[in-house]
């Protein structure tokens, strides 16, 4: 079972920010946190993942609680192609350690 | 620079019949994926090669689907006597070493009727 629980679906008004939160109460020491997105018909996409730091890159910023049981995805600028299916994982550091992914929040952008 | 691809797009085959769904990764990636997605879920692991042995194939749901890669690079899954149940999209990840990012592709739709 995943290990992370998210809202099934949100809105967000295009040119807003979109924050998507995470609950991710099992998190363990050695376990990063991972989102991926899915746009329709498309396989997912890496977005970024974080450890205990907040952290951001081009496309999103990554915010860990201090316990780190939970986190939010901000997108700063949503537009209409970041509607999608997002996913919040849990995964160990080790190489073989899968990803469980979870059903994911279904983000719409309402122009 | 080419991403994970994925042939065919589309697969219909009739109940009973054998599939082999292929994957290119990315070159020089060494650790390869399978999972499966079905409508409304998340994808669901299969099997993960790191190089050309089978590092965890817990995910295969039974002994109908199988999974090769036998130089380190493209890797195909077969599922043999195929049933309705197997209709999903098939998707392919790579990933440099195992750790870190995976990389998907398109993915492979297979009906089963």
């Known amino acids: 079972d995943a290990k992370t629980t998210q809202p099934p679906s949100m809105d967000c008004a295009e040119g807003r920010a979109a924050n998507l939160p995470c609950n991710h109460s099992?998190?363990?020491?050695?376990?990063?946190v991972y989102w991926y997105r899915q746009i329709h018909s498309q396989g997912p996409q890496y977005i970024i993942h974080?450890?205990?730091n907040n952290e951001t890159n081009e496309m999103a910023s990554l915010i860990i609680t201090e316990d780190r049981k939970s986190s939010t995805l901000i997108l700063p600028h949503a537009t209409l192609r970041d509607t999608a299916v997002y996913y919040c994982?849990?995964?160990?550091?080790?190489?073989?350690?899968?990803?469980?992914f979870g059903k994911g929040t279904r983000l719409h952008i309402l122009p | 620079g080419a991403g994970v691809s994925q042939t065919p797009s589309n697969k219909v085959t009739e109940k009973g019949k054998y599939v082999e769904l292929r994957c290119d990764p990315i070159?020089?990636?060494?650790?390869l994926y399978w999972y499966r997605q079905s409508l409304g879920q998340g994808p669901e692991f299969l099997i993960y090669?790191?190089?050309?042995?089978?590092?965890?194939d817990s995910g295969l749901p039974n002994d109908r689907f199988f999974a090769v890669r036998p130089e380190g690079s493209v890797s195909t899954l077969k599922i043999q006597r195929t049933e309705r149940g197997d209709s999903a999209v098939y998707l392919c990840?790579?990933?440099?070493?195992?750790?870190?990012?995976?990389?998907f592709g398109p993915g492979t739709r297979l009906t089963v009727t």
């Open positions: 974080g450890l205990k």
């Open positions: 070159s020089g990636h060494t650790a």
């Open positions: 990840a790579s990933s440099p070493h195992g750790a870190g990012e995976q990389y």
């Open positions: 099992t998190i363990s020491g050695n376990e990063y």
């Open positions: 994982i849990v995964r160990g550091m080790n190489r073989d350690d899968k990803i469980i």
């Open positions: 090669f790191q190089g050309t042995g089978a590092a965890d």
